[in-house]
């Protein structure tokens, strides 16, 4: 299992343990985190699991794919440490990473 503190959209953190393989998205809707809405099922063409991550957080990832920065490019509130979560999956290098979920 992997530690990923999920800081939800009123600033409360919520430590949980995810399985390594599922994405971001998974691990928060199996915890009943509010601020994931993923409309498209994890199917990367909504961006309604947009999520930010602390820059210290976002090095541990692997670049997005094009299709998840076509996605990210289409959303106003996207920064440079934004991801979609249902394309970031758990793997033991994302130990402790944080997550900022996002208003719906």
């Known amino acids: 299992?992997?530690?990923?503190?999920?800081?939800?959209?009123d600033g409360k953190a919520v430590t949980v343990q995810a399985e390594p393989g599922v994405s971001l998205m998974v691990a928060a809707q199996e915890n009943n985190l509010p601020g994931m809405a993923a409309i498209c099922g994890g199917?990367?063409?909504?961006?309604?699991?947009?999520?930010?991550?602390?820059?210290?957080?976002?090095?541990?990832?692997?670049?997005p794919y094009a299709g998840e920065r076509q996605i990210l490019a289409q959303l106003p509130s996207a920064?440079?440490?934004?991801?979609?979560?249902?394309?970031?999956?758990v793997?033991?290098?994302?130990?402790?990473?944080?997550?900022?979920?996002l208003e719906p």
Do not use: W, Y
């Not at 299992?1 to 959209?9: A, D, E, K, V």
């Not at 920064?79 to 999956?89: E, G, I, K, P, Y």
């Open 43 to 63: 199917c990367c063409s909504c961006g309604t699991c947009h999520v930010s991550l602390p820059p210290e957080s976002a090095a541990k990832l692997p670049t």
């Open 79 to 89: 920064t440079a440490d934004s991801r979609l979560a249902c394309q970031v999956v």
């Open 1 to 9: 299992m992997t530690t990923i503190r999920f800081i939800r959209p």
């Open 91 to 101: 793997t033991d290098a994302l130990e402790n990473i944080s997550v900022q979920l």
